[in-house]
């Protein structure tokens, strides 16, 4: 049910920015440090809109990558821990006194 509605969602947007797109073909002129470019409206907010999103995932992807490590090494310490802990169980009880 969740793909499907990401699906249509998706296929919303995606229509959504091609009618933005039909409707804004005006051309631009874009100037930055090196120079300046003419580019359409709908593909200069495309490129910007883009480049965020690779920006956010990339800064996401590492938080993600730091806490998938963590977890990993957190469950190989739980494991340890707990065949420690079967082990020690499985000892004979002595009396010291």
């Given at each position: 049910m969740r793909w499907?509605?990401?699906?249509v969602l998706g296929l919303a947007v995606l229509?959504?920015?091609a009618a933005f797109g039909?409707?804004?073909d005006q051309m631009v002129v874009?100037?930055?440090f090196l120079g300046s470019r003419e580019l359409r409206l709908a593909s200069l907010m495309a490129l910007v809109f883009g480049t965020g999103c690779l920006?956010?995932?990339g800064l996401a992807g590492g938080g993600m990558l730091s806490l998938r490590l963590a977890l990993k090494r957190s469950?190989?310490?739980l494991a340890m821990k707990n065949k420690e802990l079967n082990e020690l169980r499985t000892l004979p009880i002595r009396d010291g006194i």
């Open positions: 499907v509605l990401m699906s229509l959504a920015a039909a409707l804004n874009v100037q930055y920006i956010g995932l469950q190989a310490e």
